[in-house]
């Protein structure tokens, strides 16, 4: 549509006065941060002045504080530079979860260039085009990925190790200004390839600034560092803790999520801010013993919907933490709108979205462009200090996503999240209005999941459905179509996998022969999903209670009528948040400390049943709890029974 015609549609918004004035008000977010134009890293330094011995990372091996940090990040930012890195050149760093990653995002600022976040665990083509499409200069890596990883030839690959510098020595002098690019974060991309999300050093401080002084974050906080680098939820991680001369805690890495080991580091390690998606808080919950999350007081939670009833439950756990919904984009700078969760109405539908934070601003706008009236769902648009710079080495994508207003010409960003205002000025989130989903936190452009899959030989076109089960958890159906009905799934599957990372393979390829149409001609997902495989053939039944007591357990996870003895958990739509859920289940049933690779060590109930023997636990008074829970018998408290079945 032209300018001139968007302007005039603009004008002529259904809106009344009222609804102008709530929007106005609700918009009014204008705040003056001291440090609002800083650098990220200088956040840091200037906390490592003031906190020198306090520690700024703990870790499984050990803990490092503000001044050795300081020293590791500058010698790193010097390694930089004499291998060639100029002022604005791009840094990777491709590192599992670990103490490196604090140093080498430091380090790479420091050395006045931009660091794009890459996850080890994707396969060699997408490590490959991340890197390229990146335009790195060099790579930081840990020793252990030197030799493991498929590195690109001729690109410098450094090792941040555990030695500390022989000599400190000052930073780089380089010269960055607050609008300068700081990072760059890849996202899943409609077209079949990821987009890299650019954000300044001003956007990212400024969330940073409103966070710690909104919430009082300083010296005496301790935050629980759950969220990969490549996860923006992770910047605030880093920077936001180190800005406040705070502790960042560093579980142990992890390839599968390990809500034990965190409950316990929370207790141990005394933390007091939990950062994540919700579906990771939920696991916590119902895995952490009597006692283990009272350290908490902030729990900030994001990335996708907040299951009504799971500020209760944390509040059972710990009625002293104080839970935070945050919203926004990547390209919003990590978050853009809150609302602390103090109550919740049963009746709710969801969580209220909640308000802008400092210096941003939410719109919510129809197809015109004009603003909607109260109550009007319309497209929510993200203005003010957080708003990316745009989409790298991608002036069409910018072109379209980042766009001005025709009433004011404020730069804001479109989501393509619906939403609207409610009458006390909130904004309530009511989903997407394209084909970008959210599964366990990671935003997913369902159209890179298909090109994937449209790359099989045998494939002829591919759509991707995503589904929740009843707690929340989503997961991605794919349906293919093929001329051969006989084309093996799990082969297309497999096919997929080598190009996508592992959130965004399919936990299901379904074969078709023709689509489904809506009365309009379009695919019907809908029809799609129903006609999913669901029950049918069950392999063998269980015999004896412990085997009928887990297969009712796999069953209630997997959203199943009933599970079969030799039926694979993942085939079944199994993924490893599922597969905690019902090992969190198995060891409160019967008093145990089951890990999650069990599950994907022994995938059917037989398999697991057999596991449980070899890893040398009673499977007589297994089977005796079992038939005790059956009956209705040994349940002693909420939590589940109580029989000690255990080594």
Not at 352 to 361: E, F, L, S
Not at 575 to 604: G, H
Request: net charge negative; aromatic share 6%; with cysteine.
């Amino acid at each position: 549509m032209p300018d001139t015609a968007r302007r005039r549609l603009a004008s002529f918004s259904l809106s009344t006065k009222a609804d102008v004035d709530l929007a106005r008000r609700s918009n009014s977010t204008a705040v003056r941060f001291a440090r609002a134009d800083a650098l990220l890293h200088e956040l840091f330094l200037d906390a490592a002045r003031t906190h020198a011995g306090r520690t700024a990372v703990a870790h499984p091996e050990g803990a490092l504080s503000y001044a050795e940090l300081a020293d590791r990040a500058s010698a790193a930012a010097h390694r930089l530079r004499d291998a060639g890195v100029a002022t604005g050149d791009v840094v990777a760093i491709v590192m599992e979860k670990g103490w490196e990653q604090v140093v080498a995002a430091l380090g790479a600022l420091m050395a006045g260039a931009v660091f794009v976040p890459v996850d080890p665990a994707n396969p060699a083509e997408r490590l490959h085009h991340l890197l390229e499409h990146s335009l790195s200069r060099a790579v930081l890596t840990q020793p252990a990925l030197v030799d493991r990883l498929p590195w690109p030839e001729g690109l410098p690959v450094q090792a941040v190790d555990a030695e500390a510098p022989a000599t400190p020595q000052e930073p780089p002098t380089v010269h960055r200004g607050p609008d300068d690019l700081a990072y760059v974060i890849y996202t899943s991309g409609s077209t079949g390839l990821p987009k890299g999300v650019m954000i300044s050093h001003r956007g990212a401080v400024n969330t940073i600034l409103d966070i710690n002084s909104r919430f009082d974050v300083g010296p005496d906080d301790r935050v629980l560092a759950l969220s990969a680098l490549s996860f923006d939820l992770a910047i605030y991680d880093v920077f936001g803790t180190l800005a406040t001369g705070a502790a960042i805690v560093v579980p142990k890495p992890s390839a599968r999520p390990d809500p034990v080991h965190w409950a316990g580091l929370v207790a141990e390690a005394g933390v007091t801010v939990w950062n994540s998606v919700p579906a990771l808080m939920e696991l916590a919950v119902a895995a952490a013993k009597p006692g283990q999350l009272d350290p908490l007081r902030l729990v900030l939670l994001s990335g996708d919907w907040i299951r009504v009833g799971l500020p209760a439950d944390v509040a059972e756990a710990n009625p002293r933490a104080r839970v935070i919904s945050l919203g926004g984009a990547t390209e919003g700078s990590i978050w853009s709108i809150l609302r602390p969760v103090d109550e919740v109405d049963p009746a709710w539908p969801s969580i209220p979205y909640g308000r802008p934070m400092a210096n941003q601003t939410f719109h919510v706008l129809d197809k015109a462009m004009a603003p909607c009236p109260v109550g009007v769902p319309g497209e929510l648009h993200i203005g003010g200090a957080g708003v990316a710079l745009g989409y790298w080495r991608d002036p069409e994508r910018t072109a379209a996503r980042f766009v001005t207003l025709p009433a004011t010409g404020e730069r804001v960003y479109r989501t393509g999240d619906l939403g609207r205002y409610l009458p006390d000025g909130e904004i309530q989130f009511l989903g997407r209005d394209d084909f970008q989903v959210k599964v366990q936190g990671f935003r997913i452009e369902l159209g890179e999941v298909e090109a994937a899959l449209r790359g099989h030989p045998g494939v002829q076109d591919a759509v991707t459905v995503a589904e929740r089960d009843a707690a929340g958890s989503g997961r991605l159906v794919s349906f293919v179509l093929a001329e051969d009905a006989g084309l093996d799934g799990a082969a297309v599957r497999a096919h997929a996998a080598a190009s996508l990372p592992p959130y965004m393979v399919p936990s299901a390829v379904v074969v078709v022969t023709s689509w489904p149409l809506t009365d309009n001609g379009k695919v019907d997902r809908g029809a799609l999903l129903r006609a999913v495989p669901r029950e049918g053939a069950v392999s063998r039944a269980p015999e004896g209670p412990l085997e009928e007591l887990l297969a009712g357990l796999w069953a209630e996870v997997l959203t199943r009528d009933e599970v079969g003895v030799e039926d694979d958990f993942f085939a079944l739509g199994g993924q490893s948040l599922l597969a905690t859920r019902m090992v969190l289940a198995v060891n409160a049933l019967f008093d145990v400390e089951v890990p999650v690779r069990a599950v994907f060590e022994a995938p059917t109930v037989a398999a697991f049943r057999g596991w449980l023997a070899e890893a040398g636990l009673d499977v007589a008074a297994l089977e005796a709890a079992a038939s005790g829970i059956l009956a209705g018998d040994g349940q002693d408290d909420e939590r589940g029974a109580t029989h000690p079945v255990g080594r």
